[in-house]
């Protein structure tokens, strides 16, 4: 094997070990926190693996957007109501865990059915396109994914007025969720108080 | 454009001329500009301290470092000794791995984009295609490692630091973004080189700057709140939140800290200076030199002289910018958090939406001087 094969099949292993234990550490660690930050590690493992398969531009959008948005945006939201009290146990938890594991398995099952019976038909690395890429996710996005392109911006300026919608309550005379009517003189003034209680 | 020195030819060149295969070579070649890199950053971070000092004394009428070697140039070592030997503490009540893992997921992100820095043709780590965007994908992950770290020193000042840090971040990150997608909507690039070639044409007075007035002034305000430098300095506003996220911290990770923001502040001077004033460029082009002295423009003296000139050019620019931000940090007061986040998304963002839009019409209506 030469040295470049073997750098590439070390990097291969160690990401997806990463993503593989970061995935079940997401879903089976007590702390959301926890869970969070490696779900950060989970987003960032998957970008070296479109780095390995030459697809630098979607592994730096795969950055910004899961790493640098979307998992900011959830720690952000932790952080924020990060009461630290003990949630209520649930009565029937364990048959809970029971069926929630084996529709994953069944799930899992079926992604394995489909890698092994579909025919991956893999371009020859003579037709890779590498640094090209940019320009040709461009140009697609422009032809004949427009539509879809749009559409999601649409999804997400509708998802961008009802944070609004939630956040503004003067919008609104009662508060959506305790049903009182709303203190028009302190907007921003949360119906719970956020930091009380901490210790 | 293909001309200046290629360093890592010639030492790959070098070392089969022991009769090392091509690979070997490679491996051996690739540690070094990473070395060089890292070490440059950590100098220029204690020339920005030192100059710091020095030019806050000057602002606050004080003489400032003066012992520590000629004009106290030494005193930013002695304050690395300082914090190289001190105790490492980590509260009895902080979460260890997450106290320990934030200060490196601040300082990775800004020492890796340092990759993408050209210093000349041929001088940097890696050309890479993304280039740019690649800067901006790897500063989103800071704000996780000030989160990381203001949760886990378990302290409400930290707590507070760290999501004022993050909010602070993405709000200056899109006009950042949108800023810099005009420069590469003018270079068809989102290459760091392509971008300095593009302003290489007629010397200074093919700079971006001139055709990107309004981006520069908005990329270097957001370069500055990215950086948490005074004016946007919440996070660790003394006189509210103690130090923000770093209060709980000593020592080592303390420097680290340190390390990254002065690491950050270099970076994000030299990269205005390679998107808006012309990168390794100098004022008058070299080639007209070169056509002057009568000398062609590959010989071995000129090609030496182009890639000296460069590093030049460029560390002088990135420090004038850097001496700027220092004066801004000493003589501006600090804007309140709800002002911050005014500025960022209801002037800063439209006004960069605006320059992207015109800078459109620009391009479609001279593509000559806006690029074709």
Known sequence: ?????????????????????????????????????????????????????????????????????????????????????????????????????????????????????????LSSPQNAIGEESTIRIGEHLFSDYLLP???????????????????RRDVMSKDISTGLPVDQELIEKSSEPLLTNKN | MEYGLDLEYSFNEFL??????????????????????LVAAVVGVLVTVWLERKISAAAQQRIGPEYAGALGVLQPIADGLKLLVKED?????ADGILFTAGPILVLVPVILSWLIVPFGQNLLISNVGIGIFLWIALSSIQPIGLLMSGYASNNKYSLLGGLRAAAQSISYEIPLALS??????????????????????????????????????????????????????????????????????????????????????????????????????FPIPVELI????????????????????????????????????????????????????????????????ANLLITAGLKLAFPQFFGG
């Not at chain 1, 948005?69 to 865990?97: G, Y």
């Not at chain 2, 090392?20 to 500009?33: Q, R």
């Not at chain 2, 503490?89 to 009540?93: E, L, N, S, V």
């Not at chain 2, 002057?292 to 420090?319: D, E, R």
């Open chain 2, 290 to 353: 070169a056509k002057f002295l009568n000398l062609p423009i590959n010989a071995p003296f000129i090609q030496v002289f182009t890639a000296s000139i460069g590093i030049v050019m460029t560390v002088l620019k990135a420090y004038l910018l850097v001496f700027i931000a220092i004066l801004l940090r000493w003589t501006t007061p600090r804007v309140r958090i709800d002002q911050l986040l005014d500025l960022g998304w209801k002037f800063l963002l439209p006004i960069s939406l």
């Open chain 1, 149 to 167: 392109f749009e559409v999601a911006s649409v999804l997400l300026l509708m998802a961008m007025i009802g944070a609004i919608v939630l956040a």
């Open chain 2, 16 to 37: 089969k001329g022991f009769g090392l295969s091509s690979e070997i070579a490679h491996i051996i070649w690739l540690p070094l500009p990473m070395l060089l890199v």
């Open chain 1, 1 to 121: 094997m030469s040295i470049a094969i073997t750098t590439q099949f070390i990097c291969f292993t160690v990401l997806s070990l990463v993503v593989i234990i970061g995935a079940l550490g997401v879903v089976l660690l007590e702390s959301i926190v926890y869970s969070a930050f490696l779900l950060g590690g989970v987003f960032m493992s998957v970008a070296g693996l479109y780095l390995l398969l030459n697809a630098s531009f979607v592994a730096a959008a795969q950055v910004l957007v899961y790493v640098g948005a979307v998992n900011v945006l959830i720690i952000f939201a932790i952080m924020l109501v990060n009461k630290k009290e003990d949630l209520k146990p649930i009565n029937d938890i364990k048959s809970r865990r029971v069926i929630s594991t084996s529709i994953c398995l069944t799930l899992l099952s079926l992604l394995i059915r489909v890698d092994l019976t579909n025919v991956w038909s």
């Open chain 2, 180 to 281: 810099v997608l005009a420069i590469v909507l003018m270079t068809n690039s989102l290459s760091t080189v392509d971008i300095v070639n593009q302003q290489s044409g007629a010397g200074i007075l093919s700079w971006n700057i001139w055709r990107q007035p309004v981006g520069f002034v908005v990329f270097w305000i957001c370069a500055l709140a990215e950086c948490e430098r005074l004016p946007f300095d919440l996070p660790e506003a003394e006189e509210e939140l103690v130090a923000g996220y770093q209060t709980e911290y000593a020592g080592m990770k303390f420097a680290l800290f340190y390390l990254g923001s002065y690491i950050n502040l270099i970076l994000s001077a030299l990269l205005v200076s390679i998107l808006y004033l012309g990168g390794w460029g």
């Open chain 2, 89 to 93: 503490i980590i509260p009895a009540k």
